[in-house]
């Protein structure tokens, strides 16, 4: 069982995994006044040991003793060991926030689906982007897509290059795509090119959905800069969104659509001649979307504890990391394999 959680107390909670990025969750933890860090716990104990000390908590020896101290936890080990250190949580009923993607392969996300219906448990999975403000700020406008196209490039950073690009930077655009086209996916074809290891560096992946929305995805950890943009076409507006500026723009149908054709009217009429002198950018009206500075992983671990605390569905589930592994999967499996040469 977990802590008991009382109403109007702080919320228990622990950090499993104190590598580089996984410390940010301790600091952020340690600075949300409805929950109290209690503990961290990583392999490496020296490691756990500074990152307690830097964040005023206690370094635990074993999972088994941190989860008798804790009501809810983060889970950043790496992903291999994802399923193996949820269950002894999960078992508890205690709510984990397990980072993305949610498993290394579909079965063993399956069961941490399983698990977490069984006992009871509040599984949320890390995908960080649902919580990037212009992603945010964007799901107010109920756009219907037709059309995404999505870019996540960014140089070489030689961690985790044993898992491929699509499980390692694309899963986080899969998640967003999902959710966006609200509908299965019927067809998937993709391309992939390896070339520091087995697994792809590069790939693009277009995704047919049964409502007939198409996404085309692109991801490369090869790339000479960084860009994570999207861009998501409706009848009813573009949308255009980047991820590390947090930042978007959106042009609706509305008002546009009239103000182009009679321009376009007035081509045929005769009235103007000289086309050349038209910018088609500036007869658009764009709007900024309305963007708020919480930074997401703050977001993400105030929805998880409002979960948690409440014991209400959590904002990205384990059936959404789910979801995401499974159509990950399958734009692995159609890559063509072709030999190195």
Partial sequence: MPVIHEKNHPLPVAVVGCGR??????????QMPQVKLVGVYDLNPETASDVAGEYGTQPFASLDELADHVSAVT?????????????????????????KPLAKSVEEAK??????????AIVQVGHIERFNPAIRAMSRLEIKPGFIEVTRISP???RSIDVGVVFDMMIHDIDIVLRL???????IDATGVSVIGDVEDVCNAR???????????????????????????????????????????????SGNLDAIRGVVARIRSGEIQDISELN????????????????????????????AMNHTPAQVTAEDGLAAVETAARIVEAIPHRPLV
């Fill in 280 to 307: 088609f950018k500036e007869l658009v009206h764009v709007e900024e979307l309305a963007i708020d500075d919480v930074e997401p992983l703050r977001a993400e671990l105030e929805s998880f504890v409002n979960s």
């Fill in 111 to 120: 069961q941490i689906v399983a698990w977490a219906k069984e006992f009871d």
């Fill in 156 to 158: 070489l950073t030689f």
């Fill in 181 to 187: 086209a609200n509908s299965t996916v019927s067809r």
């Fill in 207 to 253: 995704l047919t959905f049964a409502n007939g929305c198409v996404a085309n995805l692109t991801a490369s950890r090869l790339a000479l800069k960084t860009e994570r943009r999207m861009r998501v076409f409706s009848s009813d507006a573009y949308v255009s969104i980047d991820f590390q500026k947090k930042y978007g723009l959106v042009a609706r149908r």
């Fill in 21 to 30: 990025m996984r410390q940010f969750h301790a600091r952020a933890y340690s």
């Fill in 75 to 99: 889970i950043a080990v790496p992903t291999q060991f994802h399923v193996s250190v949820a269950h002894g949580f999960i078992k508890r009923g205690i709510a984990c926030l397990i980072e």
